[in-house]
């Protein structure tokens, strides 16, 4: 039921930064654990980083110490901060928003990266 906007992909060159934004439309913003996942032409998404109300995170192994995931609970948006993109980080990436209850899940609509010469 939570309605959640990315933003801030875009085309970048190897070794550069982009920072995503996930807003979400909810008065109920600590009840969610907020994630990143991303999905490749041909591949099955996959989880990138997660992120609960109290800070704990989870990250894949291939970003580990390239992206960082952080989150404003006072303004509802969840953040992915990534440096040193590399080809292999190309694809769409989804805000996901999970119930700590429950399981039930929300998605945005994705925003596109694409890391490039």
């Known amino acids: 039921q939570v309605q959640l906007v990315e933003s801030g992909g875009g085309l970048v060159q190897p070794g550069g930064s982009l920072r995503l934004s996930c807003a979400a439309t909810?008065?109920?913003?600590?009840?969610?654990?907020m994630g990143w996942y991303r999905q490749a032409p041909g591949n099955q998404r996959e989880l990138v980083a997660t992120?609960?109300?109290?800070?704990?995170?989870n990250y894949a192994d291939s970003v580990k110490g390239r992206f960082t995931i952080s989150r404003d609970n006072a303004k509802n948006t969840v953040y992915l901060q990534m440096n040193n993109l590399k080809p292999e980080d190309t694809a769409v990436y989804y805000c996901n928003a999970r119930k700590i209850v429950g399981d039930s899940s929300s998605w945005g609509q994705g925003t596109q990266v694409t890391v490039s010469s």
């Open positions: 909810t008065r109920l913003f600590s009840i969610y654990t």
């Open positions: 992120m609960t109300f109290g800070g704990s995170t």
